[in-house]
T-cell receptor, first 113, second 112 residues
Framework: EDQVTQSPEALRLQEGESSSLNCSYTVSGLRGLFWYRQDPGKGPEFLFTLYSAGEEKEKERLKATLTKKESFLHITAPKPEDSATYLCAVQPYSGGGADGLTFGKGTHLIIQP | DAGVIQSPRHEVTEMGQEVTLRCKPISGHDYLFWYRQTMMRGLELLIYFNNNVPIDDSGMPEDRFSAKMPNASFSTLKIQPSEPRDSAVYFC??????????FGDGTRLSIL
């Protein structure tokens, strides 16, 4: 069974204080690893897809990296508007439900001014 | 372009009543997904369709839940009869082959 574990569950940072969120996963074969951002009362918003170990993607203050067992979302010099819940999900290569995503429970990030 | 549209945004009903949630996917997308989000279990896949055909419903919790996709622009998730433990936020997502999923803003369902 595919599993995704995110840590920490919650993180409070000062504006400008860089940090990293962790996503550990177990999957029979990885087709893709996804990062989403979710604001209160909204649906998840797509950020990145990573396909193979060593791959990196960047968008503004966010950078996602991937190894064979985990992914990191690095946040550099965050601003209050980066406050949100960040969700990690995996899509397996084969088997029933191969097109659905298995999500972690997310990291609730708060950036204080 | 309009995103995934879900209705209603909020639904409050009494135990035993039938509940119907609606979703309009992004035009041109050929996959549609229904998820449920709770504090305890996070975001869980219930069922998904490809070209209007149900592909995997293994996440549907029990026979009280059913989903249909009569055409490419509309899907429903029905709960009959509803129970308090069905209270959650239900999300619909759609995508085109090989692309990431795009989510609607969900329906917050409360069963009293």
């Amino acid at each position: 069974e595919d599993q995704v574990t995110q840590s920490p569950e919650a993180l409070r940072l000062q504006e400008g204080e860089s940090s990293s969120l962790n996503c550990s996963y177990t999957v029979s074969g990885l087709r893709g690893l996804f990062w989403y951002r979710q604001d209160p009362g909204k649906g998840p918003e797509f950020l990145f897809t990573l396909y193979s170990a060593g791959e990196e993607k960047e968008k503004e203050r966010l950078k996602a990296t991937l190894t064979k067992k985990e992914s990191f979302l690095h946040i550099t010099a965050p601003k209050p508007e980066d406050s949100a819940t960040y969700l990690c999900a995996v899509q397996p290569y084969s088997g029933g439900g191969a097109d659905g995503l298995t999500f972690g429970k997310g990291t609730h990030l708060i950036i204080q001014p | 372009d309009a995103g995934v549209i879900q209705s209603p945004r909020h639904e409050v009903t009494e135990m035993g009543q039938e509940v119907t949630l609606r979703c309009k996917p992004i035009s041109g997308h050929d996959y549609l997904f229904w998820y449920r989000q709770t504090m305890m279990r996070g975001l869980e896949l219930l069922i998904y369709f490809n070209n209007n055909v149900p592909i995997d419903d293994s996440g549907m919790p029990e026979d009280r839940f059913s989903a249909k996709m009569p055409n490419a622009s509309f899907s429903t998730l029905k709960i009959q009869p509803s129970e308090p433990r069905d209270s959650a936020v239900y999300f619909c997502a759609s995508r085109y082959s090989g692309q990431p999923q795009h989510f609607g803003d969900g329906t917050r369902l409360s069963i009293l």
